[in-house]
């Protein structure tokens, strides 16, 4: 298994991440890792630790006072690492921590990816009377059984395949091809194949308006749950605060949409794209009388890499510090200019970390 990624549902670490309405407040560890703060009692470790009969060592009593937080009507409260929060009840959803595997920070003018980059990436397909299957738009897995994707992806029942574990689609299996400098092929790494499935429902942002498409969010749930390999592995979304207020200087978006030569890629593609600030974005896309939100984000219209229609509902992320080195999704692929990365018009993206809150309110375990 590359990467040692187990195959096995039931050994992917997962992580209790409270709904809305729920009272648990996102946090950060003295140990830098993403928590909750929560009553100590629900801190399996920190808790264990106290309760001794004999004290405990110095260094953990440091810990333990470094991780002290504040919740109303709480005697004592802990910032508590996520996959040691213990379970209330039945109704809190599980988001994975063995999310967004590292990737190489390298789709008009994009850079072709190798098998394994980008495990999450989701094809949304359509099926015709004719039992064919066209492909619509793409997504991410977040959950083993959530697709995240965008609203205007969603807006009619179309959509009723998810394809996942998508590399080539010209390929049955997808494989990573060692040559040596003579050209000679001396090792080969392949994948399983994708793996379809249906669509059980989907909900879209209660807010969301056309034509301007602000809100534009939505999540798919899938028919079953999605067995995870090493070709198939969720992205990481942001559910800290630091996390949540992150902006970077550049991001990557990944996509089989309409390239430089205005066709469909058969091969998934990437592109590394700059930020631009809102009020650049704005100033840039006035001709087109276009609104620029702030549940959105900007990046491209840098010469001619930029995302492309048919990437819609896509990713924009990149490869951040979270529990170690992992791949973060901040966009999903909204609004972008019609002329596909010929224009000097920025890509629109909905802000992912504005909608936390409406996503984790909208999934079901």
Not at 127 to 149: A, P
């Amino acid at each position: 298994m590359k990467n040692g990624f187990k195959a096995s549902t039931a050994l992917l670490l997962t992580v209790t991440i409270a709904v809305a309405v729920r009272s648990e407040v996102p946090c950060t560890t003295p140990s830098r890792r993403p928590g909750f703060c929560v009553d100590i009692r629900r801190c399996t470790n920190l808790y264990n630790i106290v309760t001794k009969p004999n004290a405990p060592p110095k260094g953990i009593a440091n810990y333990i006072s470094k991780a002290a937080c504040t919740l109303p009507n709480v005697e004592r409260s802990v910032c508590c690492s996520l996959a040691e929060v213990q379970r209330e009840d039945e109704s809190v959803v599980v988001l994975p921590t063995e999310c967004g595997q590292a990737v190489t920070d390298r789709i008009a003018f994009g850079n072709v990816t190798k098998v394994f980059d980008y495990p999450w990436m989701a094809v949304l397909r359509h099926k015709t009377n004719e039992g064919d299957l066209i492909d619509q738009c793409g997504g991410t897995l977040i959950h083993k059984r959530y697709i995240l994707t965008a609203a205007h992806c969603l807006r009619s029942d179309k959509i009723n395949v998810v394809r996942l574990g998508e590399h080539d689609k010209s390929s049955e299996i997808d494989c990573n091809i060692y040559k040596n400098t003579r050209g000679k092929v001396i090792d080969r790494e392949c994948a399983k194949k994708p793996v379809d499935y249906e669509i059980e429902s989907f909900v879209i942002h209660e807010n969301y308006q056309r034509p301007m498409k602000s809100n534009d969010i939505g999540l798919i749930r899938l028919n079953r749950d999605v067995e995870m390999d090493d070709h198939i592995h969720p992205i990481c979304l942001p559910v800290t605060p630091e996390l949540r207020s992150l902006q970077l200087d550049r991001y990557l978006v990944t996509g089989w949409g309409t390239t430089e030569n205005l066709t469909g890629s058969d091969v998934l593609l990437s592109a590394v794209v700059p930020h631009v600030s809102n009020a650049e974005c704005l100033k840039k896309w006035q001709k087109a009388r276009a609104r620029v939100y702030d549940t959105e984000m900007c990046a491209g219209g840098d010469s001619t890499v930029d995302s492309c229609r048919g990437d819609s509902g896509g990713p924009l992320g990149f490869s951040v510090n979270y529990n170690g080195a992992r791949f973060l999704q901040f966009g999903v692929v909204a609004r972008g200019a019609n002329s596909c990365g010929v224009a000097t018009l920025p890509g629109i993206y909905t802000r992912v970390a504005a909608y936390m809150d409406w996503i984790m309110a909208n999934i079901k375990p």
